[in-house]
T-cell receptor, first 112, second 113 residues
Framework: SQQGEEDPQALSIQEGENATMNCSYK?????LQWYRQNSGRGLVHLIL?????REKHSGRLRVTLDTSKKSSSLLITASRAADTASYFC????????????FGKGTLLTVNP | EADIYQTPRYLVIGTGKKITLECSQT?????MYWYQQDPGMELHLIHY???????EKGDLSSESTVSRIRTEHFPLTLESARPSHTSQYLC????????????FGAGSRLTVL
């Protein structure tokens, strides 16, 4: 079963608005990562937040992690049309298997 | 720019054909992965490798096979393709040390008629 579940499945906003995507997971994690995927392409790593961190920033990205609720959110501020993509959270449960488990993703459309 | 290459990017073939999807990386990473992704859906891990001569099946059962004879290459083979194999196949690597982050190739989109 999938570890991460993103919410909403799809989000449509206007340029300049903020976009918030949420991710919930089921088991304990070492870290949680967010990836971006442009249509028909591979995924690109955006940001990683460790289990002992609560918030992290990178440019226009802000990620929060609440391990008590097993949830994370990704905020993209001042969105641009170029931000249109699918966004996936991925959980790393640690251990020796080095595997990431991905959620179903949120399709973000930023209208010019 | 990621130094991981997948070929072909697009492939349309008939049922019963044998196909190999190539994945090459120039970063010297030990760990490599194959994910399968249907349109608009999540990624499912189908194979992974921790190094040369090491291959493991992933979380999703797949009729494909992989090999890891050289660090740089991690090809995926389907002996007899079927329409149910139609999907996008994504190859990824992970460095041995430092941040445990995946670097993905652009993907191979397979259509089996």
């Amino acid at each position: 079963s999938q570890q991460g579940e993103e919410d909403p499945q799809a989000l449509s906003i206007q340029e300049g608005e903020n976009a918030t995507m949420n991710c919930s997971y089921k088991t304990s994690i070492n870290n949680l990562q967010w990836y971006r995927q442009n249509s028909g392409r591979g995924l690109v790593h955006l940001i990683l937040i460790r289990s002992n961190e609560r918030e992290k920033h990178s440019g226009r990205l802000r990620v929060t992690l609440d391990t008590s609720k097993k949830s994370s959110s990704l905020l993209i501020t001042a969105s641009r049309a170029a931000d249109t993509a699918s966004y996936f959270c991925a959980t790393d449960s640690g251990g020796s298997n080095y595997k990431l488990t991905f959620g179903k993703g949120t399709l973000l459309t930023v209208n010019p | 720019e990621a130094d991981i290459y997948q070929t072909p990017r697009y492939l349309v073939i008939g049922t019963g054909k044998k196909i190999t999807l190539e994945c090459s990386q120039t970063m010297g990473h030990d760990k490599m992965y194959w994910y399968q992704q249907d349109p608009g859906m999540e990624l499912h891990l189908i194979h992974y490798s921790y190094g040369v001569n090491s291959t493991e099946k992933g979380d999703l059962s797949s009729e494909s096979t992989v090999s890891r004879i050289r660090t740089e290459h991690f090809p995926l083979t389907l002996e007899s393709a079927r329409p149910s194999h139609t999907s996008q196949y994504l190859c990824a690597t992970r460095s041995q040390s430092g941040a445990n982050v995946l670097t993905f190739g652009a993907g191979s989109r397979l259509t089996v008629l």
